[in-house]
């Protein structure tokens, strides 16, 4: 026997599995669509020989239908019993549309404020019927103050997608930086819906200017510092690097800032830090190419991933202190890697490099292990790295 209550939890589990196309129906106005109403449950009435044997729970299950308060109808059945006499019994809930089933599990407010939103958007924009079904919880949280202004950012961005403009400079009250990060997913989706546009190069998605992101390096010989006005350390964008002119023979790429900072002087040396996987940026530096280069991170799975991207576009490029024997000469400094690299294999690395990499996804050594290099003591790396001087 179906209670109320169990048919409700198992109308929330269908509102979850069929919310989208429901949606879709409910502003299509088409039943050709999703041609699943009405919904029937049917309720287990039980056999006369059940209902006997727990005469008291199935008239208070009986009970609890006869005071249903919700939507939909209830088809109720007679039943001639021997032993019980002539019993009304209900037998299956009918639901006819999702406005019933939102009712039913007490979302009805949510549901039909996204329909009323979603309508909203439709009658300025009739392409973003799939965009905006993507986006339920948004429209269904938006306070009526940022609902409000989403529709007008979108019309805004749709009127000047070649604007240049900085996010900052948008005239629009209330809408900021942050403001545009926080719902960047249903604006993207709905300004690309309605007005497609190919990427431009320093523009995001919305047609507005990138902010530049500077790229850290330190120069560490004296001679190639005399070319930039004596400046060792440099924050720029990587367009204004790649114009500059420097005989560079030998090239680190180093993840840790503070690890970078702790280099010395090297002759015809530079160091670039910080970059993760926007390593791939490097191969736009001409005076990159004929350098040695030798690329520093941490010991774990994302660093030999990162190491690998970089051998796709610089194939020479060497590691240092990324091998197993550092790996097991500092096991006392190891820690927890929070999230490991989702691939299983990696190209381009060495076969000593998978060895490791595979060891590290499978826990060789331990769970999820790593070693991260500003922990490896300095006398060490100076030695490895084969410069006393550092």
């Given at each position: 026997m179906k209670t109320p209550d169990e048919i409700q939890a198992v109308l929330r589990r269908r509102f979850q599995a069929n919310r989208r196309e429901w949606f879709l129906q409910a502003v299509d106005g088409s039943q050709k669509i999703f041609d699943c109403w009405p919904l029937t449950f049917n309720l287990d009435i039980p056999s006369e020989a059940t209902a006997f044997q727990h005469i008291e729970h199935v008239r208070a299950w009986?009970?609890?239908?006869?005071?249903?308060?919700?939507?939909?109808?209830?088809?109720?059945?007679?039943?001639?019993?021997?032993?019980?006499?002539?019993?009304?019994?209900?037998?299956?809930?009918?639901?006819?549309?999702?406005?019933?089933?939102?009712?039913?599990?007490?979302?009805?407010s949510q549901w039909r404020r996204v329909l009323e939103r979603a309508q909203s958007i439709l009658n300025?924009?009739?392409?973003?019927?799939?965009?905006?079904?993507?986006?339920?919880?948004?429209l269904a949280g938006y306070s009526d103050t940022d609902f409000a202004r989403l529709t007008s950012f979108v019309s805004w961005l749709i009127d000047n997608r070649d604007s240049g403009l900085y996010p900052r400079q948008i005239p629009?009250?209330?809408?900021?930086?942050?403001?545009?990060?926080?719902?960047?997913?249903?604006?993207?989706?709905?300004?690309?819906?309605?007005?497609?546009?190919?990427?431009?190069p320093g523009r995001d998605v919305f047609g507005l200017r990138l902010l530049p992101k500077p790229v850290r390096i330190r120069i560490l010989d004296p001679l190639l510092r005399s070319k930039v006005g004596g400046l060792c350390d440099i924050a720029a964008p990587i367009e204004q690097l790649a114009s500059l002119e420097l005989p560079v023979r030998r090239l680190f790429v180093v993840e840790n800032i503070q690890t970078s900072l702790s280099f010395g002087e090297l002759p015809e040396s530079v160091l670039i830090m910080g970059l993760g996987y926007g390593v791939d940026i490097i191969s736009s530096i001409p005076w990159v190419q004929s350098a040695e280069c030798i690329y520093w991170g941490d010991i774990d799975t994302h660093g030999l991933s990162i190491l690998a991207k970089a051998r796709t576009f610089l194939p020479l490029m060497r590691s240092v202190l990324m091998d197993r024997g550092t790996l097991l000469e500092f096991s006392e400094l190891w820690v927890e890697e929070p999230e490991q690299c989702a691939a299983e294999s990696l190209g381009g690395l060495t076969e000593d490099e998978?060895?490791?990499?595979?060891?590290?996804?499978?826990?060789?050594?331990g769970n999820r292990v790593r070693l991260e290099q500003e922990r490896i003591p300095w006398a060490f790396a100076q030695d490895r790295i084969g410069e006393s001087h550092i």
């Open positions: 009986a009970t609890a239908w006869q005071g249903w308060a919700g939507p939909g109808r209830i088809e109720w059945v007679d039943r001639k019993w021997s032993r019980l006499g002539s019993q009304r019994l209900p037998i299956r809930l009918i639901l006819d549309t999702s406005d019933d089933v939102a009712r039913c599990i007490g979302e009805e300025c924009w009739p392409c973003t019927t799939e965009a905006i079904a993507c986006h339920y919880q948004e629009l009250h209330g809408i900021h930086t942050k403001w545009i990060e926080n719902h960047r997913g249903i604006l993207a989706d709905l300004v690309t819906c309605i007005c497609p546009q190919t990427s431009q998978l060895e490791l990499f595979q060891g590290l996804r499978t826990n060789r050594w």
